[in-house]
């Protein structure tokens, strides 16, 4: 009976292919746990995507309610300490491991032709990951909150010829105030999201387009015919 389904919704839409391409594709000998670094910022995204969800259903953007709405969450809400303290600390682990996996591929190399383009969505992507923590910063409202802000805002009015123009865009007008409130929270679950998606999904193609890169170590031998010395 699955089978029938399956075969039916495959010979309309291909998508036992797309199955393959990800789940049953080939990677090269000798990759370690150096490569699995990829995999865990897009584990810790989905987190990330999931607890926000959780967190949104209890928060309200607004001046007057943002802070009490965030120690609702903290002390009624069932599992809601838990759920915000894995977004807090979701957030620092995610920048951390992003920036391991640039890292990482910048020592074995990876970022080399033909995966230039993989590199360049990635920095892309890195900026993001940092915008959710500028912009989710904010959320709190509280003290540590308005005056991180404060200085983040600032710091980008320095940026020469378009600073002006920035300061304005995120904070709505000349203040830290309900505008700039209802901006960071726009940013941070509307537009970011969208964007970092969708860049993951060219990031990720790329990935599956050019096969993950054969270990320099395991390429050496190859094509040097080297036989096999200690570990590498
Ligand atoms: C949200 C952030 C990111 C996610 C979710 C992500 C995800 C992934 C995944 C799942 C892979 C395949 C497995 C692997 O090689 O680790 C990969 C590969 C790759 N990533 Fe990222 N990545 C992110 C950020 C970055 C950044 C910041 C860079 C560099 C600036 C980058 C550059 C690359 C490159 C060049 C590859 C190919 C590596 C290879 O084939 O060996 N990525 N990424």
Do not use: C
Request: hydrophobic share 50%.
């Amino acid at each position: 009976m699955m089978d029938k389904v399956g075969s039916w919704l495959d010979e309309r839409t291909g998508v036992s292919q797309v199955w393959q391409a990800i789940f049953k594709r080939k990677i090269p000998l000798g990759v370690n746990f150096l490569y699995t670094f990829g995999a865990v910022a897009m584990f810790l995204f989905t987190l990330q995507a999931l607890t926000g969800i959780f967190l949104a259903m209890n928060y309200s953007p607004s001046p007057e309610h943002a802070y009490d709405s965030v120690l609702y969450i903290t002390n009624e809400v069932a599992f809601g300490s838990i759920v915000r303290g894995l977004h807090h600390w979701g957030s620092s682990a995610m920048v951390v491991v992003v920036v391991l996996h640039m890292a990482v591929v910048f020592y074995l190399g990876t970022y080399r032709y033909p995966r230039e383009v993989t590199w360049l969505t990635g920095v892309v992507l890195l900026l993001l990951v940092l915008g959710f923590s500028f912009t989710g910063y904010l959320l709190p409202w509280d003290e540590k909150a308005y005056w991180a802000t404060a200085v983040g805002t600032n710091m980008a009015g320095t940026v020469p010829f378009v600073g002006g123009f920035l300061l304005a865009l995120l904070r709505g007008g000349t203040e830290i105030g309900a505008v700039s409130l209802a901006r960071f929270y726009a940013f941070h679950t509307f537009l970011l999201p969208a964007l970092a998606i969708s860049l993951m999904g060219v990031h990720l193609f790329l990935v599956v387009k050019h096969g993950v890169s054969v270990p320099p170590w395991i390429w050496r031998r190859a094509t040097t015919g080297q036989k096999k010395t200690g570990r590498r």
